[in-house]
């Protein structure tokens, strides 16, 4: 029994401390696991780059991307694109340019764009709708595309279990977070996606339970 209680402790402590630091990354800038697959992606750009963040929910992405790449001799020109009228209105207020549309059916002309972002949408999509998806990314953008999510693995799941009781989230939070990390996908269960979709990506595990694809768009 007691060493069922030292276990049980540990197995805790070590969920506690991994949901410290998603916690951590999450309150960091949202474009710290973006920025340098943006910029090796905008260095073959000698002009300004053109920057589309679908589903940008209130615009903190490529307002947040503007101020780093400018810092770095990197100018990006964003816009965003939300299917939400009240979270454009939003992130239009915050002084992003917006376009109201889907990921499944973007409404922008092809290779009229020259970055595209997708971030933390994919895992609210099935499989087929994440390669539907990532074949319109490609056929707007000019130079690359930029996808990251969550990364599904059993750590994961046990550090929001516990982390979220530790820190009493409410229970509606709880089950959200539970069920993003469900649905999310493996680093190979992307990777197989994307080739699905007749992609050749690198993805990557990043720290905070985290993937980040990159792809050209040739």
Request: net charge positive; glycine share 8%; charged share 20%.
């Amino acid at each position: 029994m007691g060493r069922r209680l030292v276990v049980g402790f540990v197995i805790a402590l070590v969920a506690l401390s991994a949901y410290v630091g998603w916690i951590k990354l999450e309150r960091r800038s949202p474009t710290a696991e973006l920025v340098h697959p943006i910029a090796t992606l905008g260095r073959s750009s000698t002009i300004d780059v053109h920057l589309m963040d679908v589903g940008t929910g209130l615009g903190d992405l490529p307002l947040d991307a503007v101020r780093w790449g400018a810092s770095r001799g990197l100018r990006l020109v964003p816009f965003g694109l939300e299917r939400s009228r009240p979270a454009a209105h939003l992130a239009r207020d915050a002084g992003l340019p917006m376009v109201l549309g889907c990921a499944g059916a973007l409404p922008i002309k092809p290779r009229s764009v020259d970055i595209v972002v997708l971030s933390q949408v994919a895992h609210h999509m099935h499989s087929d709708a994440v390669i539907r998806m990532a074949r319109e990314l490609t056929k707007v953008s000019r130079i690359g595309v930029v996808l990251a999510d969550l990364r599904r693995s059993r750590l994961a799941m046990v550090a929001f279990w516990f982390g979220s009781r530790i820190l009493r989230f409410d229970p509606a939070t709880r089950a959200d977070g539970l069920t993003s990390v469900r649905r999310s996908y493996t680093r190979m269960e992307l990777k197989t996606l994307l080739s699905r979709a007749g992609i050749d990506a690198k993805v990557e595990q990043r720290p905070g339970f985290r993937l980040v694809a990159t792809w050209s768009s040739g």
